[in-house]
């Protein structure tokens, strides 16, 4: 299985900061056709998961610009440009490429 | 809009059973894969299992595998997971996820609450 290694697993920032999470994985996740099947997930408090970003820096509607993501291969980054109060959650991301199994990061939990 | 509501969590012994449902609207259910995911209470998001559009496909977790079956009906627009065997370590939040293809999960339920215990 493709073990998915998130870090930090605590991020401690003050609003208006950037804040920067590393994924990577144990195997590349660039298939054949060119795509890279690396997404990202924000869990608020007490909600349930939902999609930021797919295929790497693909951000999904009504996610605000300030959510960017980037990386290639087995390297990944979700950043946040000016972090807002709404953005305390746990962060993670998941591979789609080398399944089953879907595998998920331990997860970053963002902390104003 | 789509809509996906998980039923049936509650509380079981072990080596009970349980049935989950999970309600789609909003889009045309029989066109997509749909996955469970779970979250043991404090822990991170665990894949369960997947079934494609048409049911043709199953995968499931090696810790569910052989316990836990998955099945859909297209015509009820609703996604079920047969659990057996449970375990104390099957406690967790179920959620229904849409995916859309290769992992991306675009659309999650609100979750189901499953505590195993006597």
């Known amino acids: 299985d493709v073990v998915m290694t998130q870090s930090p697993l605590s991020l401690p920032v003050t609003l208006g900061q950037s804040a920067s999470i590393s994924c990577r994985s144990s195997q590349s996740l660039l298939y054949s056709d060119g795509d890279t099947y690396l997404n990202w997930f924000q869990q608020r408090p007490g909600q349930s998961p939902r999609r930021l970003i797919y295929?790497?820096?693909n951000r999904d509607s009504g996610v605000p610009d300030r959510f960017s993501g980037s990386g290639s291969g087995t390297d990944f980054t979700l950043k946040i440009n000016g972090v807002e109060a709404e953005d305390v959650a746990i962060y993670y991301c998941?591979?789609?490429?080398?399944?089953?199994?879907?595998?998920f990061g331990q997860g970053t939990k963002l902390e104003i | 809009e789509v809509q996906l509501v998980e039923s049936g969590g509650g509380l079981v012994q072990p080596g009970g059973s349980l049935r989950l449902s999970c309600a789609a609207s909003g889009f045309t259910f029989r066109t997509y894969a749909m996955n469970w995911v779970r979250q043991a209470p404090g822990k991170g998001l665990e894949w369960v299992s997947y079934i494609s559009s048409s049911s043709a496909t199953m995968y499931y977790a090696d810790s569910v595998k052989g316990r836990f079956t998955i099945s859909r009906d297209n015509a009820e627009n609703s996604l079920y997971l047969q659990m057996n065997s449970l375990r104390a370590e099957d406690t967790a939040v179920y959620y229904c996820?849409?995916?859309?293809?290769?992992?991306?999960?675009?659309?999650w339920g609100q979750g189901t609450m499953v505590t195993v215990s006597s």
């Open positions: 996820a849409r995916d859309v293809n290769w992992g991306a999960f675009d659309n």
């Open positions: 998941m591979q789609g490429r080398h399944w089953p199994p879907y595998t």
């Open positions: 295929k790497v820096s």
